[in-house]
């Protein structure tokens, strides 16, 4: 097995937290982080994915608006324009939903045959990722002339704003190049993954380390304070060389600790497991997964998707994640912090993994089964 120390940009390597250098700058940290985990691992039992129904339900689980349902009043007051109270969907049950699964086989991605009408580049896709390549470049300039995108739009350093603008620019502008000619397709718009914090890596040797510096050798120390960041970026960088997505989408901010997670996972996937710098979109605004999944929707919209595939590890993250959990019982599931936090839902998914349990089938459009130019178009998270 090739060791994860020294690799260069884009040469594919395997996901080991292992380095050539030795040193006890992670130990006492590591070791909290293990702490955490195994807390992860004792909730395991306390979340269910629900069985599909014989036939696609006509209400909101099978991707149809309530009747009377109101778009004006929704992005704020959602339960009071009479939304759904779950991101609950079976989108496997209608065409709309292009669900398609991912089969994992020793531990390898492959996705099903697309359904016909379903994939990526969506018609208007060209057209969108000219607009959002020229805002994301303004930004990156610092001159941005109309509101910030929620992937940037937090308490941010003008530094890493900027720097997560110019990556985000070059990787609009080089997929737009990428889908001239119509002859490449994708089951998804994206593969997306979290990032995850925890106060000891404000000792990493990557704080400072920016997205398109050149590529530390990281010792174990410092690869072991990445933890399980080191399988969702493997796992985000292996959907994308199985061509489950084009892009892939890092989200997390500087939330438990000075280092911003979506810069760590940025370093892992391009340094350590071959994934291009033009291949990345950046979030560095997220700070929990009801934030990480609304900014990842955004981003789907921004490149002009309706459908990403979002990976985790197998710990408590995959099944936070699933249609229902013990969360929900505390008034802390995904949907209620939404609805709490920004007044509506985020979005609908599902699991769509095969072989393993931490890929889900995902989309910022809430009523996914609606006709496009309508609510099958529509969402509040851009």
Same mark, same amino acid.
């Given at each position: *097995?090739?060791?994860?120390?020294? &690799?260069?940009?884009?040469?594919?390597?395997?996901?080991?937290?292992?380095?050539?250098? !030795?040193?006890?700058?992670?130990?006492?940290?590591?070791?909290?982080?293990?702490? !955490?985990?195994?807390? *992860?691992?004792?909730?395991? !039992?306390?979340?269910?994915? $629900? @069985?599909?129904?014989?036939?696609?339900?006509?209400?909101?689980?099978?991707? @149809?608006?309530?009747?009377?349902?109101?778009?004006?009043?929704?992005?704020?007051?959602?339960?009071?324009?009479?939304?759904?109270?779950?991101?609950?969907?079976?989108? %496997?049950?209608?065409? %709309?939903?292009?669900?398609?699964?991912?089969?994992?086989?020793?531990? #390898?991605?492959?996705?099903?045959?697309?359904?016909?009408?379903?994939?990526?580049?969506?018609?208007?896709?060209?057209?969108?990722?000219?607009?959002?390549?020229?805002?994301?470049?303004?930004?990156?300039?610092?001159?941005?002339?109309?509101?910030?995108?929620?992937?940037? &739009?937090?308490?941010?350093?003008?530094?890493?704003?900027?720097?997560?603008?110019?990556?985000?620019?070059?990787?609009?502008? &080089?997929?737009?190049?990428?889908?001239?000619?119509? $002859?490449?397709?994708?089951?998804? &718009?994206?593969?997306?993954?979290? !990032?995850?914090?925890?106060?000891?890596?404000?000792?990493?040797?990557?704080?400072?380390?920016?997205?398109?510096?050149?590529?530390?050798?990281?010792?174990?120390?410092? *690869?072991?304070?990445?933890?399980?960041?080191?399988?969702?970026?493997?796992?985000?960088?292996?959907?994308?060389?199985?061509?489950?997505?084009?892009? +892939?989408?890092?989200?997390?901010?500087?939330?438990?600790?000075?280092? +911003? %997670?979506?810069?760590?996972?940025?370093?892992?996937?391009?340094?350590?497991?071959?994934?291009?710098?033009?291949?990345?979109?950046?979030?560095?605004?997220?700070?929990?997964?009801?934030?990480? +999944?609304?900014?990842?929707?955004?981003?789907?919209?921004?490149?002009?998707?309706?459908?990403?595939?979002?990976?985790?590890?197998?710990?408590?993250?995959?099944?936070?994640?699933?249609?229902?959990?013990?969360?929900?019982?505390?008034?802390?599931?995904?949907?209620?912090?939404?609805?709490?936090?920004?007044?509506?839902?985020?979005?609908?998914?599902?699991?769509?993994?095969?072989? *393993? %349990?931490?890929? =889900?089938? =995902?989309?910022?459009? #809430?009523?996914?089964?609606?006709?496009?130019?309508?609510?099958?178009?529509?969402?509040?998270?851009?």
């Amino acid at each position: *097995m090739t060791s994860a120390a020294g &690799a260069t940009r884009g040469e594919r390597v395997a996901p080991s937290a292992q380095g050539r250098k !030795g040193g006890n700058r992670g130990g006492r940290g590591a070791r909290g982080v293990g702490l !955490g985990l195994a807390l *992860m691992g004792a909730l395991a !039992g306390c979340f269910t994915r $629900s @069985k599909a129904p014989e036939v696609a339900p006509e209400d909101a689980r099978g991707g @149809k608006a309530p009747s009377g349902f109101d778009r004006a009043r929704a992005c704020g007051a959602w339960s009071d324009a009479g939304g759904p109270g779950s991101h609950l969907s079976f989108p %496997e049950l209608r065409p %709309e939903g292009c669900y398609v699964a991912v089969r994992y086989d020793g531990g #390898r991605p492959a996705p099903d045959p697309t359904p016909e009408g379903c994939g990526y580049p969506t018609p208007g896709a060209a057209a969108q990722l000219t607009r959002e390549a020229a805002r994301y470049e303004a930004i990156a300039d610092g001159h941005a002339d109309e509101a910030l995108p929620l992937d940037l &739009a937090c308490a941010l350093t003008e530094e890493v704003r900027r720097s997560a603008a110019r990556v985000n620019a070059r990787t609009l502008r &080089a997929l737009r190049g990428r889908i001239t000619d119509g $002859s490449k397709r994708w089951p998804y &718009a994206a593969a997306a993954t979290f !990032g995850f914090g925890h106060r000891v890596q404000g000792a990493s040797a990557l704080v400072p380390w920016r997205p398109g510096d050149a590529c530390p050798d990281l010792g174990k120390a410092d *690869m072991d304070l990445a933890s399980i960041n080191i399988v969702r970026a493997h796992r985000a960088a292996e959907a994308l060389h199985a061509r489950v997505a084009p892009v +892939v989408t890092l989200s997390g901010g500087a939330v438990h600790s000075t280092l +911003v %997670e979506a810069f760590l996972l940025d370093y892992l996937v391009t340094c350590r497991f071959g994934v291009r710098p033009d291949r990345v979109l950046l979030d560095p605004c997220a700070d929990h997964t009801h934030t990480n +999944v609304r900014n990842t929707g955004g981003l789907v919209i921004a490149i002009g998707g309706r459908t990403a595939y979002v990976v985790t590890d197998d710990e408590l993250q995959s099944r936070y994640l699933q249609d229902r959990t013990i969360f929900s019982a505390i008034g802390g599931s995904i949907d209620q912090r939404s609805l709490r936090d920004f007044g509506y839902l985020v979005g609908a998914w599902r699991q769509a993994s095969v072989g *393993m %349990e931490a890929g =889900f089938w =995902f989309t910022p459009y #809430r009523f996914w089964a609606e006709p496009e130019p309508g609510l099958g178009g529509w969402s509040c998270v851009r």
